[in-house]
T-cell receptor, first 114, second 112 residues
Framework: NAGVMQNPRHLVRRRGQEARLRCSPM?????VYWYRQLPEEGLKFMVY????????ESGMPKERFSAEFPKEGPSILRIQQVVRGDSAAYFC????????????FGPGTRLTVT | KQEVTQIPAALSVPEGENLVLNCSFT??????LQWFRQDPGKGLTSLLL?????REQTSGRLNASLDKSSGRSTLYIAASQPGDSATYLC???????????FGGGTRLMVKP
């Protein structure tokens, strides 16, 4: 059973460009969470999605950030017009919809904005 | 608003020592608590998950305890090894399916 997959692992963007980060949850998992880890800071929740629904986006900046989890395909975190402050590691986690909702994390995408 | 604190922020011990990492949270109304390990530049590996109704969980040399009423959890590592060197994170969940709130982590170095 493959774990949570994220790609790309490393992404370099110039200021003003768009960044698209992809996350494929573990097989059988229908809940996806995105977290951000800024340099020298802890992990902070951004958004929680189920298939075709955003359940909680309370941690996501109101401007430039969006997320989706379509019926088919991976979850996408999209950052428009990136700025240097967006440089961080972005982690995706998934859990099943039953049981203890243990979250399994992907390896992360390290975004560098130049 | 839930706040999670981990003490100490960094710890350096000689190989073979038993050690305790501490985690405290301000809101005791939690669903469960997870301990993770993060190696530099890598993702998170789940170590132990304790449901709110449980007092402890064990896996190999690791033992995690939970005192929900006082808002505390500890991770006990027995007979530490250099391979245990990593950052250890605790995180709490308020409700089933809810997001995790993380502590700042404890950076552990085990010296040979």
């Amino acid at each position: 059973n493959a774990g949570v997959m994220q790609n790309p692992r490393h992404l370099v963007r110039r200021r003003g460009q768009e960044a698209r980060l992809r996350c494929s949850p573990m097989k059988g998992h229908s809940h996806v969470y995105w977290y951000r880890q800024l340099p020298e800071e802890g992990l902070k929740f951004m958004v929680y999605l189920q298939k075709e629904n955003i359940i909680d986006e309370s941690g996501m900046p109101k401007e430039r950030f969006s997320a989706e989890f379509p019926k088919e395909g991976p979850s996408i975190l999209r950052i428009q017009q990136v700025v240097r402050g967006d440089s961080a590691a972005y982690f995706c986690a998934s859990s099943s919809k039953t049981g203890v909702y243990e979250q399994y994390f992907g390896p992360g995408t390290r975004l560098t904005v130049t | 608003k839930q706040e999670v604190t981990q003490i100490p922020a960094a710890l350096s011990v000689p190989e073979g020592e038993n050690l305790v990492l501490n985690c405290s949270f301000t809101d005791s109304a939690i669903y469960n608590l997870q301990w993770f390990r993060q190696d530099p530049g890598k993702g998170l590996t789940s170590l132990l998950l304790i449901q709110s109704s449980q007092r402890e969980q064990t896996s190999g040399r690791l033992n995690a305890s939970l005192d929900k009423s006082s808002g505390r959890s500890t991770l006990y590592i027995a007979a530490s090894q250099p391979g245990d060197s990593a950052t250890y994170l605790c995180a709490v969940r308020r409700d089933a399916g809810n997001m995790l709130t993380f502590g700042g982590g404890t950076r552990l170095m085990v010296k040979p």
